[in-house]
């Protein structure tokens, strides 16, 4: 049975009742595949499960897809319910923000200016603050979140670690089509023909992944990267394609290692990444 509430009020009523440990699954709706695999995650390890389902305007800037981000509670509640959920939040974005949007907001770090950051400015303020504002409410033991935002994963557990939040942050491998393209719910946005386009993204990461796998350095990983995505199906326009550290530091890559991909499709950005192990500097 999954209770669906949309109030603060009912919210803390159903979470007081839930003994044991309690995971949440963070999400803006349209779930798919990827989600229930977090899902299902967070079933093997919690005794209960809250689904938090929230559009959250302050992550969106001005020229972005806030308005046509697609709303799909039903299907959504029926994932939820598959997926065995106790407990669904779907706020209103008057309940989220009672007094209108937040003046005081979470300031995600260097990290959170650049990549994504530096693409879509004040999106990790939007992120950390809705983020710590749902573990306030949900005060769960664990909370999960896929790597295919792996920046946004970053941060959050830096986040959790830098203001002593007592939630263990979870991250769960991205989930991903038989071709390669990973899920999103903004795949729903493209094309069959732009769909076509987007697998240059994951053709990318596995060139890196293979030219790692050989024993190639740093700089060689992302030029096979680079020549991967430039011979794909032509019409993806790169935003970046970077390779760091697995805590996305700057400096010298050696060990593990993190290739991050972003780019529009049409009138749709998708981003992607995939863990890497390089040699060590000789």
């Not at 001005?62 to 598959?82: K, W």
């Not at 007094?99 to 979470?106: A, H, S």
């Amino acid at each position: 049975m999954t209770d669906l509430v949309h109030s603060r009020e009912d919210l803390a009523k159903a979470r007081a009742g839930l003994t044991g440990t309690v995971g949440v699954v963070m999400t803006m709706g349209a779930l798919h595949a990827g989600h229930e695999t977090l899902l299902r995650a967070a079933r093997e390890q919690a005794d209960h499960v809250v689904v938090t389902i929230f559009v959250n305007p302050l992550q969106f800037g001005p020229n972005e897809d806030f308005d046509r981000y697609p709303r799909t509670l039903e299907s959504d509640l029926e994932i939820c319910r598959r997926a065995g959920a106790d407990l669904v939040f779907a706020p209103s974005v008057a309940d989220m923000y009672p007094n209108g949007q937040p003046t005081v907001r979470l300031h995600p770090g260097p990290l959170g200016e650049d990549l994504e950051g530096l693409s879509r400015p004040g999106f990790f303020h939007g992120v950390l603050t809705v983020v710590m504002k749902l573990l306030q409410l949900t005060r769960p033991d664990l909370a999960f979140f896929g790597e295919k935002d792996y920046q946004q994963l970053t941060l959050v557990r830096r986040m959790v670690r830098d203001l002593d939040v007592p939630t263990r942050i979870v991250g769960v491998p991205t989930v991903r089509e038989p071709d390669g393209l990973a899920l999103s719910s903004r795949n729903r946005y493209l094309s069959a023909a732009e769909r076509q386009v987007a697998l240059t993204l994951s053709a990318a990461l596995r060139a890196g992944a293979s030219a790692a796998a050989r024993g190639d350095d740093a700089g060689a990983v992302l030029a096979a990267a680079h020549r991967a995505f430039d011979s794909g199906t032509p019409g993806a326009r790169l935003d970046y394609l970077v390779l760091t550290d697995a805590d996305l530091e700057p400096g010298p890559v050696a060990g593990p290692a993190r290739l991050l991909v972003a780019a529009w499709v049409g009138d749709t950005r998708l981003i992607d990444n995939i863990g890497l192990e390089l040699a060590p500097h000789a």
